[in-house]
């Protein structure tokens, strides 16, 4: 296995339409071969358009209220297709956004779509291009959609690189799959990878934290606050360290419908990933494996399947 996670699975597709693929099918275009990352732009575009649907993204996009003129740096941009709506709005006021991503084929696919700046790197450890230096502590906001669980490594880190982006002033606002995301899915996983005597905690790639968890590895601290009205609606965990002031952080549960099925999600997220390393036939021994232990769970009577995400989204203010 890599000595680097990226982040997401090596196969996660982040933005894809509703195609249904088969094993074999994802391997018949050479398009949908995975670059050194593990990630396909293209087979991510097949697979999980959800991921960048208008219904799925308007919760962060929200809580991002991006305004025209602001400078947005978006940290796991994909193929680019929120980040495009991000540039709808802020290049009004002559703003401009920045896509990063771990995968030149993600990045690579983004320009293509129309994100102007774009490049790659790990925002564990963000390293700035030269054509993009002017803006070094100038970004009003650092964005993120469903990118961050896979920065296992070094959760802390990404807070360290929005540090050197942003101005004082300047915010980070994201979401990310939280604790108890793909719940059943990831244990049919863990069940199968033992079954073979190989360990899971080795091979899986996410980071899912609670948010009493994520408060602890980004050395963030909870508050307690009240509603809007005034209502105690119980104890909210916010982004509190000396640099950043919270603003919000939440836990939500989210069906999230598969449109290839649990057989192409795994293909998508988990192949190239979790099961990366593995021979093929082992791959798909256990692919075929969790997704028949994970029917009775994920498959409605129609045949349609879905997957219980919980999406932490959070938002806080450097000082």
Request: some cysteine; proline content about 6%; charged content about 20%.
């Amino acid at each position: 296995m890599p000595t680097e996670i990226p982040f997401r699975p090596s196969f996660v597709p982040r933005h894809t339409g509703g195609t249904n693929l088969t094993m074999n099918a994802t391997h018949e275009q050479s398009s949908d071969i995975p670059d050194a990352s593990g990630w396909s732009a293209s087979l991510y575009n097949k697979s999980a358009a959800f991921v960048y649907s208008p219904a799925f993204t308007a919760p962060v996009l929200e809580l991002l209220a991006a305004k025209p003129g602001e400078r947005v740096i978006d940290f796991g941009c994909g193929s680019g297709e929120v980040t495009l709506e991000i540039k709808k709005i802020v290049e009004q006021g002559g703003g401009v956004v920045v896509g990063v991503d771990f995968s030149e084929s993600m990045i690579a696919q983004a320009k293509a779509n129309g994100v102007e700046h774009a490049f790659v790197s790990d925002v564990q450890r963000l390293e700035i291009p030269r054509d993009v230096a002017h803006l070094h502590q100038r970004f009003d906001a650092v964005f993120s959609n469903a990118a961050l669980h896979w920065c296992k490594r070094d959760p802390a880190g990404v807070l360290e690189s929005a540090k050197k982006v942003l101005k004082p002033g300047g915010r980070i606002v994201g979401e990310m799959g939280g604790f108890m995301n793909c719940i059943g899915v990831r244990s049919a996983l863990h069940r199968a990878l033992r079954s073979r005597g190989q360990d899971p905690v080795l091979y899986d790639p996410w980071y899912f934290p609670s948010m009493e968890d994520y408060v602890k590895v980004s050395a963030l601290k909870p508050v307690q606050i009240y509603t809007e009205n005034d209502n105690w609606t119980g104890s909210w965990q916010l982004l509190v360290t000396a640099s950043f002031k919270p603003v919000h952080l939440s836990l939500t549960p989210r069906v999230t419908p598969l449109p290839s099925g649990l057989q192409g999600w795994l293909q998508l997220f988990v192949r190239h990933s979790f099961l990366m390393g593995l021979s093929d036939e082992m791959a798909e021994e256990i692919i075929e494996e969790v997704e028949e232990a994970c029917r009775i769970d994920c498959q409605d009577a129609s045949g349609k399947w879905a997957m219980v995400y919980m999406r932490l989204r959070f938002s806080a203010i450097l000082q």
